[in-house]
């Protein structure tokens, strides 16, 4: 499940890209498939196992192109070890909301963005969050979990105050929304509750198959309940340039 559109992003063969905060690494592995030079990135060194081994098993099934390049690098998303603007795509992907000093974040996303580069930043859109927090302190309320619900201005200003430049915003994921509420409103450790349990059902169902009716609510649903919100920037080329 991407929440990050590529062809957006223009990730392709040779492009240098870097999925900060990478968890399972789902956004890796489709810039890998695209034939990009590609690091996931994070502090969880069991995740980073787990991402290295999956990056291991594409290149077997030839489900990556042979010049492709994958590496898995971990380390603390406010000091990365990466030389100013090494990579051409940066994409931060539903961590924004897991970090107190989310400035400094933001800094070192666009610290290590190229001269024309592009960024995309998702985090849970305020909306659908809010429900969550309200029906569940669970939700939130644990460690490494959501320290803060963003606005989706609010969030474009502090990226586009680094020198940004705002392109693009799209909301994903209306289908999850529920499943999420109904989570939080059961008892988010309590996976097994028939609600719970039948919505995941259809989730797995909707992404495996694809369905043309699920494909069209989704879409018409995701202005209104879209449970994450996508944010599309560019590097100025010309150092210093602001909108």
């Not at 001269?115 to 969550?132: D, Y």
């Not at 097994?192 to 494909?215: E, G, N």
């Not at 920037?233 to 909108?243: H, L, M």
Request: proline letters at 5%; hydrophobic letters at 45%.
């Amino acid at each position: 499940m991407l929440t990050v559109d590529f062809d957006r992003l223009g990730v392709g063969p040779g492009a240098r890209v870097i999925d900060v905060g990478c968890g399972q690494g789902r956004h890796s592995y489709q810039a890998y498939r695209r034939g990009a030079d590609v690091v996931a990135f994070d502090q969880n060194a069991g995740d980073l196992a787990d991402v290295k081994i999956m990056f291991g098993a594409l290149a077997e099934a030839g489900e990556a192109p042979e010049y492709a390049i994958a590496e898995t690098v971990q380390g603390d998303a406010l000091a990365m070890p990466f030389e100013d603007g090494e990579f051409d795509v940066v994409i931060a992907s539903e961590i924004l909301e897991h970090i107190p000093a989310d400035e400094a974040a933001i800094a070192e996303l666009v610290r290590i963005l190229k001269p024309g580069g592009a960024l995309a930043v998702t985090v849970p859109r305020w909306l659908p969050e809010r429900i969550c927090w309200a029906l569940s302190d669970e939700y939130h309320a644990n460690e490494g979990g959501h320290v803060r619900i963003y606005k989706a201005d609010e969030l474009r200003a502090k990226v586009a105050s680094r020198g940004m430049r705002f392109i693009h915003s799209e909301h994903a994921h209306a289908l999850h929304a529920p499943y999420w509420w109904l989570k939080c409103a059961v008892g988010v450790e309590k996976p097994d509750a028939l609600p719970v349990r039948l919505y995941h059902r259809m989730l797995v169902w909707d992404m495996m198959k694809q369905p043309r009716l699920t494909r069209i609510a989704e879409s018409a649903l995701d202005p209104m309940i879209g449970k994450s919100v996508a944010l599309y920037f560019t590097k100025p080329a010309v150092s210093g340039a602001r909108r």
